[in-house]
């Protein structure tokens, strides 16, 4: 709909074509008449046209100027715009202000990455934690200026096409200012392939783990001496054949049992804790994998007993893994041992070795009692049983698949479950192709 000032400006069109065409007839000249109306009209409208681009390319601040008829609704318009659009720069302004006066304050270093890995923008923090200066550090490459070899490697692993995939854990790094702070690295991608690069102090975070670690390290330590002695005593008890030691046979078997428990507990803890005191992935030499299960077999058949399971070995000879010989052999036997006490007798176990285009894999696959779902993601925690009553009862400590978590990690892997409630469960650990080796010829 146009406005009132548009039927004005024709009307006002329409009586000067009239008055001039009609002068124009009195003096005989309508053309001459009708050509001076266009060329003034049309003067007046660029003249204006001209006002209005220099307004615009003033000061925006400036009152328009006066115009009439359509003219002045036009320089309105633009001028309530250029308001408007003051307003709404104003408010984004102040909400970016807020915005970065909150992430400056933030006591975790944060900073925006381009595409590209160069630093956009980052707050104080950063310049605290990772070194950065301002200006100077805004558009070098972050890997640059953070050189550890870790994180160089870190980077390359970010996926860079689909930021949803990020599922890459943090990374661990000592502060490149200060080499007694130690800081967790996060890359996010985000927006139009960005990535926020978060950087979290965990000095203090650490420390509280290592005192938890020495704790349970220590406590463990020295419960061993004294359950070697009690178990010994125990031994001797049962072994000696007085009237004493007969009446007292089911109590001192009950302590020898418990009293074994109690070591295999010990025990698992000291591994973990030992497992848990260096993190990084161990390079190792190339064990023989299958070797090794045909030892576990073995061990699996004598604590099955008279259960008879069936045992089936799938395992390729030549495949090798490069990795801790011991540690390995505590992940497979915890995996292998598990299938066999949870396993109901005469079931099947079957235990495979072998290699495709994603690495190697050791898998242990059972026809037991099967585990439900909401139950799997948490096996892998320290002392978590699907039934605490039957795992003990079978000797179980708790912490069996958190050592196979952390053994698996040291070697790159990653440990997969597979079960179905009553018809039994897979146990898959995956190693990377760089971990795969073959059996000289
Ligand atoms: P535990 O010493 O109790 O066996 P683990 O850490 O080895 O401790 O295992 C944790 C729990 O996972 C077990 O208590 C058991 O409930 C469940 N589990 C492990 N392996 C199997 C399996 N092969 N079949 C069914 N349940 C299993």
Redesign the pocket.
């Given at each position: 709909m146009p406005s009132a000032s548009w039927y004005t400006e024709f009307w006002r069109l329409g009586i000067l074509l009239a008055v001039m065409l009609l002068a124009g007839s009195l003096v005989g000249h309508t053309l001459l008449f009708a050509g001076i109306t266009a060329m003034v009209y049309t003067g007046w409208h660029l003249w204006n046209l001209y006002r209005l681009d220099r307004w615009l390319l003033q000061d925006k601040k400036s009152e328009p100027p006066d115009a009439p008829g359509i003219w002045g609704d036009v320089f309105y318009r633009f001028y309530r715009l250029q308001q408007r659009n003051r307003k709404r720069k104003r408010k984004l302004t102040a909400m970016l202000k807020r915005f970065q006066e909150s992430t400056t304050a933030m006591p975790d270093a944060t900073v925006v990455l381009d595409a590209d890995y160069r630093i956009e923008w980052f707050n104080r923090a950063a310049q605290h934690l990772l070194g950065l200066q301002h200006p100077d550090d805004i558009g070098q490459y972050i890997h640059n200026l953070l050189r550890h070899p870790q994180f160089v490697e870190y980077i390359k692993r970010q996926p860079q096409a689909h930021p949803e995939d990020s599922s890459e854990a943090p990374l661990s790094l000592t502060s490149p200012r200060d080499g007694q702070i130690l800081l967790r690295l996060h890359l996010i991608p985000y927006a139009n392939r960005q990535t926020l690069l978060i950087a979290r102090d965990i000095t203090h975070l650490q420390r509280l783990e290592q005192i938890r670690r020495d704790f349970v390290g220590n406590v463990s330590h020295e419960l061993r001496t004294p359950l070697t002695v009690l178990t010994g005593f125990l031994e001797t008890m049962a072994d000696s054949d007085d009237t004493c030691s007969r009446q007292w046979q089911r109590p001192l078997a009950l302590m020898a049992q418990q009293t074994a428990r109690m070591q295999n507990i010990v025990n698992d803890l000291l591994l973990l804790s030992k497992l848990e005191a260096d993190n990084s992935h161990s390079d190792g030499e190339p064990v023989e994998v299958a070797r090794l299960l045909r030892h576990i077999h073995e061990e699996a058949k004598l604590l099955s007993g008279e259960q008879q399971h069936r045992f089936h070995l799938l395992l390729d000879d030549n495949l090798l893994l490069q990795g801790e010989e011991a540690e390995l052999r505590s992940a497979f036997s915890?995996l292998v041992f598990?299938?066999v006490?949870?396993?109901p007798a005469h079931g099947e176990i079957c235990l495979r070795w072998y290699a495709d285009d994603a690495g190697a894999h050791f898998s242990?696959s059972?026809t037991?009692?099967?585990?439900a779902e909401h139950?799997i993601p948490r096996?892998?925690e320290r002392f978590?049983?699907?039934?605490v009553g039957?795992?003990r009862s079978?000797g179980?400590?708790?912490?069996?698949?958190?050592i196979v978590k952390h053994v698996l990690n040291r070697h790159q892997g990653n440990l997969r479950i597979e079960?179905k409630l009553s018809e039994g469960?897979t146990?898959t650990c995956d190693f990377p192709l760089t971990r795969k080796g073959e059996r000289p010829l």
């Open positions: 915890n598990n299938a006490r949870y396993t242990v059972d037991g009692e099967g585990i139950h096996l892998t978590y049983r699907v039934d039957r795992s079978q179980g400590t708790g912490l069996g698949l958190a079960s469960s146990f």
